[in-house]
């Protein structure tokens, strides 16, 4: 009699910059392969909600980091954590280490309970997940991304000027490339999927094949 080989455990890790298509390939491939899905960015979203909530400085490492460390992942509401301003003081309190190592640690622990995950970030296939089956680093010229932002802060009945979301975009990107832990680069092994020309069905499409051939490996 055979048995029945034990379903393999998958991470899929997914970084790039803001506003790149990241949270919707994530999330598509989550539901195809069956796993769950962690947006990390909403990590430090939430602490850093927590400390404007709270009326406490975004500069005390110390402060931040009890904060980071309390987190729950399984109450963080992206309908609240969504806002522009939010992304922009998560990208400040995300270069303190004693923050990252404390939701670090909250990420791989998600990631390693049954039946795997898909996790995206900036640091998730250099730091986070470096053993993660598939990596894929998701990226688009920054006026298509500020665009897209621009539309959705719109679509969803919300006011937006199109050259602040751009010079945002531009900071947020020099802050995370720039920062001495953990910045944002693809990981040497990182599939590079560039949303400019190709859109995020294609982009799913072509991230697909790749876990495809990974899982036949
Ligand atoms: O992805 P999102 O725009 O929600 O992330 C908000 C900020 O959180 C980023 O600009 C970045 O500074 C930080 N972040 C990070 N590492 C991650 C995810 C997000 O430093 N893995």
Redesign the pocket.
């Known amino acids: 009699m055979s048995v029945p080989a034990a379903p393999r455990h998958i991470v899929i890790a997914v ?1 790039g ?3 790149a298509g ?2 919707t390939l994530s999330r598509r491939l989550a539901d195809h392969y069956g796993l769950r899905h962690l ?7 939430a602490t ?1 909600k927590a400390l404007a909530d709270r009326g406490l400085p975004f500069d005390d490492e110390e402060i931040a980091a009890t904060i980071a460390a309390d987190l729950d992942l399984g109450h963080l509401d992206r309908s609240v ?2 806002a522009h301003e ?3 003081a ?6 303190m280490p004693r923050v ?1 190592k404390a ?2 640690e909250a ?1 791989r622990a998600f990631a390693l309970s049954p039946p795997g995950a898909v ?6 296939g250099t ?2 997940c470096p053993d993660a089956l598939v990596k894929f680093y998701v990226t688009a010229s920054p006026q298509t991304r500020a665009r897209r932002r621009h539309d959705e802060i719109v679509g969803n009945g919300g006011q937006a000027d199109l050259a602040t979301i751009l010079a945002d975009i531009e900071k ?2 020099a ?2 490339t720039g ?1 001495t832990d ?1 910045p ?1 680069r693809p990981a040497a092994d990182a599939h590079l999927l560039d949303t400019t020309e190709m859109g995020i069905e294609a982009a799913f499409d072509a991230a697909r094949a790749l876990v495809d051939t990974a899982l036949e490996r």
């Open positions: 970084d910059p803001a506003a990241k949270g947006d990390t960015g909403l990590t430090y979203r850093a954590l969504s939010i992304g922009e998560a990208s400040k309190v995300a270069v990252r939701l670090v990420q996790l995206d970030g900036r640091d998730i730091v986070v947020r990107d802050r995370d920062r953990s944002l």
